[in-house]
Structure formats: structure tokens, C-alpha cells
């Protein structure tokens, strides 16, 4: 009898999801525990950043609270046990957009360094020839920009520019840039 329940639990688990009638998708007990450390692990990194820099990231719910909570926690089975709480929270968030915002926060990423270049090519090009329509277009695909502010910060740096001084205010425009498309 115990040699027969001890065969019973040497067998892996299954997990069948329903996707369509004709479909069936077998999930192995190993790949639900790695998608949960998974999971606990970018809880652990959401713990670890700011409040103001948690803002930003598209979580709902409960986890807001469980994450400032964490900072309480100083117990270390009482901090593995509420990661553990988080990740099972984890699991109703938009995950992608999760990892998306935490990669446009490590300076070594691609997405960070597209995102940067992107915005250097802005500030370049408000400060070429053609300022106005790359103003207008800058405008067009960020509606909630202040005109009047973008355009006075392209006008005195471009006159830094022409007056060859340090570039302080082209640092700010830049700046202004990252703030209003939110990197």
C-alpha cells in the first residue's frame, strides 16, 4: 500500500488548460514553479525601487500596498514568505509591461538605449533647420505636451547653440523630452 502511493507521487503533474475544444495544452508542475520564482523575482525587484519610480509601472491592485509593505518586513522568512505573496499578486499584473518599464530603467538594455537615441534625434533635429515641423510632428504624437514651454525651450537652445556656448540648455530640452514621453 505505501509502495503503491509512493509510485503515485513519482509521476509528474499536469496541468491542462482549454484554449479551444480541439486543443489541449499540458503544463508540467517544474515549468509552474519556474513561472512562479519567476514571478516572485520581479516582485523582489519592484520591492527594491523607489515609491516615485514604482508610479510609473502599470500595477493594479492589491500589490501597491504589498510592495510598500515589504519595506516593513525585516524578518527574512517573513520577507521570503510576503515575495511569496507578491508573486501569487504577480499573476493578475501585465507582466510584459512590468518587464518593459524595468527595462527602460536599466541603462544597459536595448529598450533603454532605443528610447535614449530616439530622443536624442528629437532634440537634433528641434535644433536643425527645420525646427517648426518637427515641432508640429513631436506635437501630433504627444498631444499632452506643453507647446508654449517646448517651443521656449527650442528657441533659447538653439541660441545657445548659434552663440557656441555650453550646452546646458540643449541638456534641459533633452530633459523636458524624457519628462513628457514619460522615460
Keep these: 500500500m505505501i509502495e503503491q502511493r509512493m509510485r503515485k507521487n513519482r509521476e509528474p503533474h499536469f496541468e491542462i488548460e482549454d484554449q479551444d475544444d480541439d486543443e489541449i495544452i499540458l503544463i508540467s508542475k517544474s515549468s509552474l514553479k519556474r513561472d512562479a520564482h519567476e514571478l516572485k523575482a520581479l516582485g523582489e525587484q519592484l520591492a527594491a525601487l523607489k515609491p516615485a519610480v ?5 500595477l493594479e491592485g492589491r500589490i501597491l500596498d504589498a510592495l510598500q509593505e515589504t519595506r516593513g518586513i525585516t524578518s527574512h522568512n517573513a520577507r521570503k514568505r510576503h515575495f511569496g505573496f507578491i508573486g501569487k499578486l504577480m499573476m493578475d499584473q501585465d507582466i510584459d509591461g512590468i518587464r518593459h518599464q524595468l527595462a527602460m530603467l536599466d541603462t544597459s538594455s536595448e529598450e533603454y538605449n532605443r528610447q535614449f537615441h530616439q530622443l536624442e534625434r528629437w532634440r537634433d533635429r528641434f535644433l536643425g533647420t527645420e525646427s517648426n515641423a518637427a515641432v508640429t510632428e513631436f506635437l501630433e504624437q504627444h498631444p499632452a505636451t506643453d507647446v508654449q514651454n517646448l517651443r521656449q525651450l ?27 514621453t514619460g522615460n
Design 154 to 180: 527650442v528657441r533659447n537652445a538653439a541660441k545657445e547653440k548659434s552663440e557656441e556656448k555650453r550646452a546646458s540648455l540643449s541638456k534641459k530640452l533633452f530633459r523636458y523630452l524624457r519628462e513628457v
Design 54 to 58: 514604482l508610479a510609473k509601472f502599470p
